[in-house]
């Protein structure tokens, strides 16, 4: 079973195990009780891991060359840049988005990880798409409307968008 949450929003992170080995390996999700959850063949226990140095409300979690990171959201005081680093025992603090987004999408292309859409905390919707390098970020060309609470994903070497709220809807 999961263990409980400690408090709102995104803070413990659970990896579950085939072998009983802390691994980054499988698929992460956030569930209702706000906790992040890592998923292997077997699917039969979970093995709670370090939790975020901050909490978090609808942040981005994406791998990058093996390395888990959750950047952006927002919690009780407004909306976060911060970006994260988990590499398998701790969490740390690294470069932060340009800009404030909760309720972003996340994917991997090219060695780089990608932020796009996302709301900044007014009314406005993100249409921002920013690129990661493992170093800085960068923008790029962004999307053609606002868009946030959206998912992104990565296929045949194309990131696509897909879902959310729209600014024009």
Do not use: C
């Amino acid at each position: 079973t999961i263990p409980a949450a400690g408090s709102a929003g995104v803070k413990d992170i659970v990896i579950q195990t085939d072998t009983g080995d802390i691994t980054l390996a499988g698929a992460y999700t956030v569930n209702p009780a706000g906790e992040i959850g890592g998923f292997v063949a077997d699917w039969t226990r979970w093995e709670e891991v370090a939790g975020l140095p901050a909490e978090r409300s609808a942040p981005a979690v994406g791998v990058l060359n093996g390395v888990l990171y959750a950047f952006g959201g927002s919690w009780s005081s407004g909306y976060a840049t911060n970006m994260y680093r988990y590499a398998g025992g701790s969490w740390s603090e690294v470069v932060g988005l340009p800009s404030a987004r909760a309720g972003l999408g996340a994917g991997e292309m090219n060695e780089s990880l990608f932020a796009v859409g996302g709301r900044d905390g007014s009314s406005l919707y993100g249409t921002n798409l920013y690129q990661y390098n493992g170093t800085n970020w960068a923008e790029v060309v962004g999307l053609p409307d606002g868009h946030r609470n959206l998912s992104a994903g990565v296929l045949n070497g194309a990131l696509y968008a897909i879902g959310g709220s729209s600014s024009s809807s």
